[in-house]
């Protein structure tokens, strides 16, 4: 069977990443994905591999577009601006696209190059981020787990209504990350 004219992985995990942000990751079955698309189930196979290949497609795609936005979001600054400037924009992502943010929290096969790849660009964008620190090999990456965490936990928190106070989330955020920096630069000394 020939693929539809028009439709390719793009489009799918587009469309994917929509059901997903709208009812959750759970939610993107094959049945509701074609019926999204208007084509038959049948016909995702010519470009997926069924359910676990379109979740592991889309955990690409969310990895790829978080780095996009992270990119974007540190470009022209650097140092402590530059991590506060990424901080916002990754919890800003899983704020926008909530279904997609989680399809990019499976971790990725590690004999699968493109997903190890979409994985390690974040990783190095964020190693470059933090090299204003002068951070040396095994401290650097434990500085990025910290702050990965730092952020998926606020991101988890915030998707689950965990932050009951009356309180700018921004502001928290701003905090948190202020008391990440402050125990960097005493590390530093």
Same mark, same amino acid.
């Given at each position: !069977?020939?693929?539809? *004219?028009?439709?390719?992985?793009? *489009? ?15 939610? #993107? ?76 929290? !499976? ?15 974040? #990783? ?18 434990? *500085? #990025? ?31 948190? #990350? ?8 005493? !590390?530093?000394?």
């Amino acid at each position: !069977m020939s693929p539809r *004219t028009g439709l390719d992985l793009q *489009t799918i995990l587009q469309a994917a990443a929509e059901i997903a942000n709208e009812q959750g990751l759970e939610a #993107v079955t094959l049945a509701i994905l074609a019926k999204k698309l208007n084509i038959r189930p049948p016909s995702l196979y010519n470009h997926i591999d069924g359910l676990p290949g379109l979740r592991k497609q889309l955990a690409i795609y969310g990895l790829e577009k978080l780095h996009n936005e992270l990119t974007s979001a540190v470009i022209g600054i650097a140092g402590e601006d530059a991590v506060y400037s990424l901080a916002k924009a990754y919890v800003n992502f899983a704020r926008s696209n909530r279904g997609l943010y989680e399809a990019t929290l !499976m971790a990725p096969d590690a004999s699968d190059e493109a997903a190890q790849k979409a994985s390690r660009n974040i #990783v190095n964008l964020v190693l470059a981020v933090l090299q204003t620190f002068r951070l040396e090999d095994e401290a650097a990456l434990h *500085t #990025v787990r910290g702050l990965r965490s730092i952020l998926h936990g606020f991101s988890s928190l915030e998707q689950h209504a965990g932050f009951g106070l009356n309180l700018s989330l921004d502001d928290s955020l701003y905090y948190i #990350v202020s008391t990440y920096l402050n125990g960097i630069n005493k !590390m530093q000394k």
